[in-house]
Structure formats: C-alpha cells, structure tokens
Nanobody, 118 residues
Framework: QVQLVESGGGLVQAGASLRLSCAAS????????MGWFRQAPGKEREFVAA????????YYSDSVKGRFTIAKDNAKNAVFLQMNSLKPEDTAVYYC???????????WGQGTQVTVSS
C-alpha cells in the first residue's frame, strides 16, 4: 500500500501562484509514476501532470503546459506541483496519484481544494 497526503491548496486571485505538495509513504517503490489530477464541480476528474520516479520524465495536459511544473524529491518521497498564472478555470480539487504507468493509477490522496477567484 502507498499512502498519499496532499497539502498546499487554498484561495488565490487570478494570476497568483500556489505550490501543492504530495507526501508519499508505504510501499512507494512499487509505484513508477506520480501524478496530479483535478476535478472541478460537475466535471470528471482530469489528468494534470505526471512524473516518473526514476528518469524524471514529465507529462502535462495542454491546459496547464507552460504554467504548471511537476517536480520530485526522491529523498523525501515527495512530489510537488508548482502552479503559476492561475486562472479561475483551474479551480478544482487536486489529487495526487501513484501508479505503474500513465494508464494505471493505483493509489490516490484525499485531495486538496484550489480556488482561483477572478
């Protein structure tokens, strides 16, 4: 089992920045990839960004590319999502996830709310 705990959400104005953190514990070696997803009210959960533990390859959705950056700290088993130039449409609950590859996500955090006001 892998436990994931997100932090760093909050209420900000459009154009501001936030940094989300995800602390992983447990059998973290069983997961090859870490990612961030988000779910806005009335919408399905969508992929935001992902990063491989080993090589550090990164992946982004088109909607956040150039504004969000995913990074890791292997020593701390932590993953971060730096969000810049936030827009009201970025408002959602953000979830950290761990899995075997980009198509298989096995573990999820409880989510952290990000609200961007216009």
């Amino acid at each position: 089992q892998v436990q994931l705990v997100e932090s760093g959400g909050g209420l900000v104005q459009a154009g501001a920045s936030l940094r989300l953190s995800c602390a992983a514990s447990g059998r973290t070696f069983s997961s090859s990839i870490m990612g961030w997803f988000r779910q806005a009210p009335g919408k399905e959960r969508e992929f935001v960004a992902a990063l491989t533990w080993s090589g550090g390859s990164t992946y982004y959705s088109d909607s956040v590319k150039g504004r969000f950056t995913i990074a890791k700290d292997n020593a701390k088993n932590a993953v971060f999502l730096q969000m810049n130039s936030l827009k009201p449409e970025d408002t959602a609950v953000y979830y950290c996830a761990a899995g075997g590859n980009r198509l298989r996500w096995d573990y999820w955090g409880q989510g952290t709310q990000v609200t961007v006001s216009s």
